[in-house]
Structure formats: C-alpha cells, structure tokens
C-alpha cells in the first residue's frame, strides 16, 4: 500500500488538464474496514490537502456519529474519491457553477489496485452519482455485475461467450441518488448511499425525511459495530 500511495501522490496523468497543479488527495491503508467513495476535491480542499474538512465534513461525521479523529484514521476509514485532484469549475456566462466532473483517469488507473489493497472493508459509503455508477452493484440480465470492481465475475469461456457478452449484456440506465436511497435496503449492508453533505441538499433532506429518521439510525449500528466503536 505504501509503494501505491506514492505512486498515487506523484502522478500527473492529467496535468495537462487541471487548473491547478496535481495534489492527490485521499485517504487509504489495508486496515481500513469502511469506504468514502467520493466525487473529486473541491478547490478549498486542494489547498487544505484534507478531505472534508468543512462544514460538509462535519455533517458527514454527523450522520457516520464518529468523531474527527476517529474519521481520519486510516485503519478506519479509507477516503478514495473518484477523482484525487481538484478537476476545475464549470462557468457559466463568467459564473462558477460548480466543479467539473471526476477526471475519469484516476478510477482507470488506480482503482483496482487500491481497492484490492483493502481486503478488511465490509461498508463502502457511497457519495455522488460517479460514485454511484463506479461502486454500485447492479446486475445484467445474465447475472453478470457490471459496475463493482469488487465482486466483479470473470467472463471467460466458462460461464459466458463473448458472442453472448456482447449480445446479452445491455447498458444499464444511472441510478440517482433519490433511487439509490429509496431501495437501500437491496445494497445493504455491503453498500449504503448518501446525498452529499453540501448545505446545498438542505432541500433534498427535507423532502425526504424519512432519510433521518429511518436510513441513518441503521447507518450508525453498522459503522459502530464494524469498528467497536461505543455510542457517542
């Protein structure tokens, strides 16, 4: 794991292509037995060089009920967002509008070889729709799972041709985050789906407040019983 991390903090695959210079930020080791599968880092935490370390954060922490110490220790949690550098903000008529998507190739680069470094994680805490899409498993009609790096099958010539791959396998439509949470109980207790802590989902949460009051409590048992933790 520490030869990959230093691999990870020097690369520059997308340097050509970020606003500011190359700053991986994540948060990793093969202790780590719960997941925060993010989107990319914001500009503030570029700077800072810790993730979630604002008022996001803190709500973050709010709903997982650990303590700061306790979420950046990384023989407890693993922070790997999708993208590990800042990707730059979309502008509208000279107006930010928020950030740019993930650069793609650090999930295609790096992914794989971190999450096969973290055999204990049993929780992987979903944030985001690229998150969504990369981490969720949803299953083809011929049982195949298409999208979670860790539980992927083979397709070799034992179990399905790739004449029959190719025909048999359709493109599956994105998940959203509200559909994601209505039916987390189908991903649990392997997968759990979050609105990203953004006072920006003030709204989202009060139009489902069923998200508190019956999705957290679970969320909280788990996270306590994975890592021994007593009840703040």
């Given at each position: 794991m520490?030869?990959?991390?230093?691999?990870?903090?020097?690369?520059?695959l997308c340097q050509a292509d970020l606003p500011l210079a190359p700053k991986p930020i994540l948060q990793?080791?093969?202790?780590?037995?719960?997941?925060i599968a993010g989107q990319a880092p914001g500009v503030k935490t570029h700077h800072k060089g810790i993730p979630f370390d604002d008022a996001s954060?803190?709500?973050?922490?709010?709903?997982?009920?650990?303590?700061?110490?306790?979420?950046?220790?990384?023989?407890?949690?693993?922070?790997v967002p999708m993208g590990f550098c800042f990707p730059g903000s979309i502008e509208i008529n000279g107006k930010k509008q928020g950030d740019k998507p993930p650069r793609p190739e650090c999930?295609?680069?790096?992914?794989?070889?971190?999450?096969?470094?973290?055999?204990?994680?049993?929780?992987?805490?979903?944030?985001?729709?690229?998150?969504?899409?990369?981490?969720?498993?949803?299953?083809?009609?011929?049982?195949?799972?298409?999208?979670?790096?860790?539980?992927?099958?083979?397709?070799t010539s034992t179990n399905v041709s790739s004449s029959t791959k190719a025909k048999t396998i359709p493109k599956l439509k994105p998940i959203t985050?509200?559909?994601?949470?209505?039916?987390?109980?189908?991903?649990?207790?392997?997968?759990?789906?979050?609105?990203?802590?953004?006072?920006?989902?003030?709204?989202?949460?009060k139009q489902h407040p069923e998200f508190e009051r019956d999705m957290l409590p679970r969320l909280r048992m788990r996270i306590a019983s994975l890592l021994n933790l007593q009840p703040l």
């Open positions: 520490t030869a990959l991390l230093t691999k990870i903090n020097a690369c520059t990793a080791s093969s202790q780590a037995r719960i997941l954060g803190e709500r973050l922490r709010t709903w997982l009920n650990v303590t700061r110490e306790q979420f950046y220790d990384p023989a407890l949690f693993a922070i999930a295609a680069t790096w992914h794989q070889a971190l999450l096969a470094l973290m055999p204990q994680i049993k929780l992987i805490v979903i944030l985001g729709q690229y998150a969504i899409d990369y981490h969720l498993p949803r299953e083809s009609s011929v049982g195949i799972n298409l999208t979670s790096p860790l539980s992927k099958v083979q397709t985050v509200t559909q994601a949470c209505a039916q987390w109980q189908q991903y649990w207790p392997k997968y759990f789906v979050l609105p990203h802590p953004s006072p920006r989902n003030n709204l989202w949460l």
